[in-house]
Structures are given as structure tokens and as C-alpha cells.
């Protein structure tokens, strides 16, 4: 069996007969939805999907930002006053 990794959940029949109390009861955590006692999603707040967004989108600039610094024969001198 596979963990539910929130501390809420509800099946999607409670979700369809009342998304915004189930919405309303998590506050600001995400919600395991259950098929057949089984997490088929997690419903999450739209704060905590940005900041994840962000979170994803820092992470894969910080990997081309590290793969680009590793890359010698690609370096470029420059000096500030030219610019």
C-alpha cells in the first residue's frame, strides 16, 4: 500500500459532492484524494502549487547556472568597462 503523504484526505465521491469543504477543512494543506482507498492525486492549494513552481523553477536553473560554470571551453573573457 502506498503512504498518503498529507495529513488529509477524502475520496473523490466526498469531492464531488463538496470540493469547497474539503478545500475549507485543509486550510493550507494538501488533500490526498482516494480511489478505492488508493491516492490517485493530491489536491493543492494554489499558494503552496506557486511556491512549488518556484521551487522546481530554481532548482533547474541552478543546474544550467553549475553545468554552464563546469563548461571551460565555453568561457568568455570579459571586461566590466567594455560593457
Known sequence: MNA??????????????????IIEEAGDEAVAILNHNKVSSYLVPAK??????????????????????????EIVSVNLDDL
Do not use: F, G, M
Open 48 to 73: 503552496t502549487y506557486e511556491k512549488l513552481l518556484s521551487i522546481v523553477d530554481d532548482y533547474l536553473l541552478e543546474q544550467e547556472v553549475n553545468k554552464r560554470i563546469n563548461d571551460k571551453d
Open 4 to 21: 498518503i503523504l498529507s495529513n488529509y484526505s477524502a475520496s473523490i465521491s466526498e469531492l464531488k459532492k463538496s470540493p469547497s469543504s
